[in-house]
T-cell receptor, first 115, second 115 residues
Framework: DTEVTQTPKHLVMGMTNKKSLKCEQHMGHRAMYWYKQKAKKPPELMFVYSYEKLSINESVPSRFSPECPNSSLLNLHLHALQPEDSALYLC??????????????FGPGTRLTVT | AQSVAQPEDQVNVAEGNPLTVKCTYSVSGNPYLFWYVQYPNRGLQFLLKYITGDNLVKGSYGFEAEFNKSQTSFHLKKPSALVSDSALYFCAVYILTGGGNKLTFGTGTQLKVEL
């Protein structure tokens, strides 16, 4: 099974709302990632968890808060977002972030719209 | 700066003709190179990777890529294009940062295969 699942598929939220995005993988991967992608642009890395510890934070605003409850799950908590945060949010996983030769497997994404 | 470049925003090809999507890289040390494809409103799908060994790498859906160290290129190829190959293609390379390995994407090339 090489599947990464993400919920919800679509999310519309106001600027004062709090919501969470969820990601799950059952491939035994020890690295999980959050990316933000605007239309027709490459994914931009936000966070990396390696062995359930945050290893990379790409200077993401604090209104985005990641959480890795266990090796299979990754959450992204959202609070007080701005309209420019509207994008496709992609989760990915790979066997191990410490080695550069493992491909990442991506979920289908959550389409977020901030109104 | 370490990066990958995709010089063409869009490539048009007739069905049945060979296709090439170009990628060049600039990294220190050995490059670990990847190709991903993204269909509309979907996540990224891994196609193939070059780590070491044979310069011609075969991947999913009949795609292959040729690693050329002297030209610092990793072009994606397919002998006979299908309309269903129409999608957004990303070249990527791992870059080592203080927090670990980070996958950096090119700007993407939109492939359009026409009947």
């Amino acid at each position: 099974d090489t599947e990464v699942t993400q919920t919800p598929k679509h999310l519309v939220m106001g600027m004062t709302n709090k919501k969470s995005l969820k990601c799950e993988q059952h491939m035994g991967h020890r690295a999980m990632y959050w990316y933000k992608q605007k239309a027709k642009k490459p994914p931009e890395l936000m966070f990396v968890y390696s062995y359930e510890k945050l290893s990379i934070n790409e200077s993401v605003p604090s209104r985005f808060s990641p959480e890795c409850p266990n090796s299979s799950l990754l959450n992204l908590h959202l609070h007080a977002l701005q309209p420019e945060d509207s994008a496709l949010y992609l989760c990915a996983s790979s066997q191990d972030q410490r080695n550069s030769f493992y491909e990442q497997y991506f979920g289908p994404g959550t389409r977020l719209t901030v109104t | 700066a370490q990066s990958v470049a995709q010089p063409e925003d869009q490539v048009n090809v007739a069905e049945g003709n060979p296709l090439t999507v170009k990628c060049t890289y600039s990294v220190s040390g050995n490059p670990y190179l990847f190709w991903y494809v993204q269909y509309p409103n979907r996540g990224l799908q891994f196609l193939l990777k070059y780590i070491t060994g044979d310069n011609l790498v075969k991947g999913s859906y009949g795609f292959e890529a040729e690693f050329n160290k002297s030209q610092t290129s990793f072009h994606l190829k397919k002998p006979s294009a299908l309309v269903s190959d129409s999608a957004l293609y990303f070249c990527a390379v791992y870059i080592l940062t203080g927090g670990g390995n980070k996958l950096t994407f090119g700007t993407g090339t939109q492939l359009k295969v026409e009947l």
